[in-house]
């Protein structure tokens, strides 16, 4: 991991929902946005409250229209987190947002541009010291009538790079911008400049960390399904951090955007840019030695430590002897399977070996008790109070190797896969 960019920090919230900091030294940010109409306030309400509960650290609602705006003093009043209003278009939206008491405002230079206009909102956020997003986009800053000209004009600039002219007339459109800015000495702000395609985003990107010390708000736009646009998002966005560009992300999905924040945390707990707050899942692919139905237990397993524990324990679920108890060293609790069974590892140390179907509840128990023991400061994440090595024979299962060694082959069995 190289060291994070030096940035600028800005602040966002207020003492009731408390103040996220962008930029600087502060830990990355995940953002995430509402799905549904803002208007419809208890919709709404309701929409922000699950994607904090998920994890989000900022929201960001639409309000495309008076009665949206006029939805929000309702609307911050029922929610614990700081909201963004998101503004295209009609600059009296965001003047209308933050009267209304938004954290934050979300300027698109691709369709406010008028410098007057500009003004007046950064007026009215300087006057309740609110900061601006100023959010270019791939899909709104082309000028289209004279794209042709506006890239001429913009002469060979980065012609040697796939999508090289959209990355100039972004960084040219962003200064330009800026300018407006640096012209009313205003300075709490935060830039993104986001596109569809990984590749330019992790140029444009990178341009703009060059020559802007202004914190990042990192995006891939557009990047469809969750399934594919996790990989677009990880990609571009994974990229970037790993190079110590970006304080802020929001992975965008055409999906609950509950799976944007909790995807958008577990890749900055995997590039160790925050603190884990829950269980970190290991699990095998499974193959022809699988022992259990690993699929199924994976998934249950997922959904009952994500209610049940908030403390970052290592947790692996393995399907046979292979590798069960090389992970189970590494891991807080580890089970791996073997004919229809699962042996359960806490730091180490056997615990249970119980039937297939006993597995969920018997890990569940361990991970409690551990969890328990962590708390009360009998146990410490990580520790381990024994080497394992592969049981043999496990019962009537075993890894076999002594009967290997013993020629007697027979013996062993190896259940078929359910
Ligand atoms: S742990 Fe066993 S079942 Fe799972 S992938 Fe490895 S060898 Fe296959």
Redesign the pocket.
């Known amino acids: 991991m190289s060291h994070r960019a030096t940035t600028r920090q800005i602040s966002v919230g207020d003492d009731r929902v408390g103040v996220v900091r962008i930029g600087g030294d502060a830990p990355v940010s995940v953002q995430t946005m509402t799905a549904g109409y803002t208007y419809e306030i208890d919709a709404c309400v309701k929409e922000i409250n699950r994607l904090h509960d998920a994890g989000a650290d900022i929201v960001r609602v639409a309000v495309p229209e008076r009665k949206d705006t006029e939805a929000l003093p309702e609307i911050l009043s029922q929610t614990n987190v700081p909201i963004v209003a998101d503004v295209h278009f009609h600059y009296k939206r965001a003047l209308e947002s933050v009267e209304a008491g938004v954290h934050k405002i979300r300027l698109n230079p691709g369709n406010i541009n008028d410098r007057d206009q500009v003004n007046a909102v950064i007026d009215a956020c300087r006057e309740r010291s609110i900061p601006i997003r100023v959010g270019v986009n791939e899909g709104s800053i082309i000028e289209r009538r004279d794209k042709q000209a506006r890239a001429k004009e913009l002469g060979t600039f980065f012609a040697d790079r796939r999508g090289g002219h959209l990355i100039a007339l972004m960084i040219a459109k962003l200064e330009e911008y800026m300018d407006i800015f640096d012209a009313r000495d205003f300075h709490d702000v935060a830039i993104s400049a986001k596109s569809m395609d990984p590749l330019l985003v992790i140029d444009v990107y990178s341009e703009i960390a060059a020559r802007f010390d202004y914190p990042l708000h990192l995006g891939v736009t557009h990047a469809g399904p969750r399934e594919t646009g996790t990989i677009r998002s990880v990609v571009a966005l994974g990229s970037l951090l790993s190079r110590g560009i970006g304080d802020t992300i929001r992975v965008s999905y055409a999906s609950d955007p509950a799976l944007e924040v909790e995807d958008g945390l577990e890749m900055l707990y995997c590039l160790g840019l925050r603190n884990r707050t829950g269980v970190e899942l290991i699990?095998?692919?499974?193959?022809?030695?699988?022992?259990v139905d690993?699929f199924t237990l994976v998934q249950e397993v997922r959904k009952t430590l994500a209610d049940a524990i908030d403390v970052p324990l290592k947790v692996a679920v393995?399907?046979?002897?292979?590798?069960?108890p090389g992970?189970a060293e590494g891991a807080d609790v580890a089970v791996?399977?073997g004919d229809r069974r699962g042996i359960i590892y806490v730091q180490g140390e056997r615990v249970a070996n119980v039937k297939e179907e006993e597995i969920l509840d018997r890990l569940l128990e361990a991970c409690v008790d551990l969890q328990d023991r962590v708390r009360r400061g009998e146990a410490t994440i990580g520790h381990k109070n024994v080497e394992i090595v592969p049981p043999d024979p496990i019962g009537e299962l075993g890894s076999g190797i002594k009967k290997i060694q013993a020629g007697d082959v027979e013996q062993i069995t190896i259940s078929a896969k359910p």
Do not use: D, S
């Open positions: 699990a095998c692919p499974t193959c022809g030695r699988i022992q690993l393995m399907g046979c002897v292979v590798n069960g992970e791996f399977a």
